[in-house]
């Protein structure tokens, strides 16, 4: 399983979490009125979520770790 190294990990990490990310998005859409401004602000985050990386998902994560950790 560990045959892949790390990097095979860190991006089944990341499908992972844009997969579920996408899911948010597209239920909270569904949920809404539909309008023009939903609908922009709904790609906005699809083509947002299409183009994250991991490094940048890993910077984000260390960030809000680190966020809650000087508040908490």
Same mark, same amino acid.
């Given at each position: 399983?560990?045959?892949?190294?790390?990097?095979? *990990?860190?991006e089944?990490e +990341?499908?992972?979490?844009?997969?579920?990310?996408? *899911? $948010?998005?597209?239920? $909270?859409?569904a949920?809404?009125?539909?309008k #023009?401004?939903?609908?922009?602000?709904? +790609?906005?985050?699809?083509?947002?979520?299409?183009?994250?990386?991991?490094?940048?998902w #890993? #910077?984000?994560?260390k960030? +809000?770790?680190? $966020? #809650?950790?000087a508040?908490?």
């Open positions: 399983m560990m045959a892949g190294g790390p990097e095979l *990990v860190s089944a +990341l499908r992972l979490w844009k997969n579920h990310a996408m *899911v $948010e998005v597209l239920l $909270e859409f949920g809404s009125a539909m #023009q401004d939903g609908i922009a602000k709904t +790609l906005a985050r699809m083509e947002t979520l299409h183009t994250a990386t991991y490094e940048g #890993q #910077q984000a994560r960030a +809000l770790a680190d $966020e #809650q950790a508040t908490g």
